[in-house]
């Protein structure tokens, strides 16, 4: 069994930045990929960026040259600086999972960010 838990959400004025973060934990597994996504109302969820197990990134247009995401051992962070109004969405990590070699697919429970004066 694996445990996703996200933290770093809230409420930030339009200019700030926040970091967020998916720490994976539970059985033993390998990760094969590590994304982050994020949802409003009424629309589908898009993804915000991606990195493969070899370090390949790959970014939405809307958040190029102000998100960053890294990778610390078990632990996905998104990094959000000159945030948008636009930006206020559900976030939710997702990882690709090898565990007992099978892949599977696992998701976070999301975390609010609002970007508002």
């Known amino acids: 069994q694996v445990q996703l838990v996200e933290s770093g959400g809230g409420l930030v004025q339009p200019g700030g930045s926040l970091r967020l973060s998916c720490a994976a934990s539970g059985s033993s597994f390998s990760i094969n990929g590590m994304h982050w996504y994020r949802q409003t109302p009424g629309k589908q969820r898009e993804l915000v960026v991606g990195i493969t197990s070899g370090g390949r990134t790959n970014y939405a247009d809307s958040v190029k040259g102000r998100f960053t995401i890294s990778r610390v051992k078990n632990t996905v962070y998104l990094q959000m600086n000159s945030l948008k109004p636009e930006d206020t969405a559900v976030y939710y990590c997702?990882?690709?999972?090898?565990?007992?070699?099978?892949?599977?697919?696992?998701w976070g429970q999301g975390t609010q960010v609002t970007v508002s004066s």
């Open positions: 997702n990882l690709d999972l090898i565990v007992a070699g099978w892949a599977n697919e696992y």
